[in-house]
């Protein structure tokens, strides 16, 4: 009896196994029908570590990873062979870990990491003059976005207008780094613009004095804007000034004394006016 219930046991051990093993591969099957074809992968160049403004690109700071075939980015370069063969590059945008390192972010082979390079298609670069107060106290940094408004004394009164809209800063001083975070005082800075907006800060900074207005991140609308001169000002804090009543002046002269009366219009209305007998 002993050796019976020892062959049950052992073909219901064999059984429970192969039944166990059965539903695992049909439930594999069932999950690669699911997820479909394999996807076709290349290999892509990525950042193995962060990558900042200057950083000269070497194969430590680099490795390959795998990179769907319909998903490549464009500028995307597959083996660090091919990165580095032409001659060093250095890193014009920050980059993070496993970010892929595209052509737009880095230098050409043998170039410096220079100003120049970070400037647009058709656009220039153009250097303002501002303080502690103009450069919004330190807190402007590369990569933000700005508006210019330009201030100056006329004949009689001053003067404020925004000049240029949505304008990249480039640089603080000489620090071009976007993930700079620290807030600085400067004295110069330096934005992206065309060329007659190149023009127009020329001139605005003969005849005036150039400020900074900080655009908040990711807005990009421009909005209208109107000159503001010290009397819009004023009837900003006092109100408009009162009309000047119209109507005629009537001089009355009676035993030697003369009496002027503000005489209004007809359908004028007047507080309180007199008239000759």
Avoid at 180 to 195: C, F, G, S
Wanted: charged share 20%.
């Amino acid at each position: 009896m002993i050796a019976v219930a020892a062959v049950f046991g052992l073909l219901a051990v064999f059984a429970t196994r192969t039944w166990l093993n059965s539903q695992a591969e049909a439930r594999l099957r069932s999950l690669e029908a699911d997820r479909g074809p394999p996807v076709a992968s290349r290999t892509v160049v990525v950042a193995a570590r962060p990558l900042r403004y200057g950083h000269e690109l070497s194969p430590q700071v680099l490795r390959e990873a795998a990179w769907p075939s319909d998903a490549l980015p464009a500028g995307a370069f597959a083996r660090i062979p091919d990165l580095l063969a032409e001659g060093k590059r250095v890193v014009l945008t920050p980059i993070e870990p496993n970010e892929p390192v595209l052509a737009v972010k880095i230098t050409g082979p043998g170039q410096r990491a220079t100003l120049s390079a970070l400037v647009g298609p058709g656009m220039k670069a153009v250097t303002i003059r501002v303080n502690d107060v103009d450069g919004v106290g330190g807190f402007v940094l590369p990569g933000d976005r700005v508006d210019v408004v330009l201030t100056r004394q006329e004949k009689e009164q001053a003067s404020t207008q925004v000049l240029l809209q949505d304008i990249r800063v480039l640089a603080v001083d000489q620090v071009a780094d976007e993930r700079a975070a620290n807030p600085m005082i400067p004295k110069a800075v330096t934005l992206e613009v065309d060329t007659a907006a190149g023009q127009k800060l020329s001139l605005a900074a003969s005849i005036g004095s150039l400020s900074l207005l900080l655009r908040k991140a990711g807005e990009s609308t421009e909005s209208k804007t109107a000159r503001v001169t010290v009397k819009d000002l004023l009837e900003e804090l006092v109100g408009p000034a009162p009309k000047r009543q119209s109507g005629t002046t009537v001089v009355v002269s009676r035993g030697g004394q003369t009496q002027s009366y503000r005489v209004p219009h007809d359908g004028e209305t007047s507080g309180s006016w007199a008239a000759a007998e």
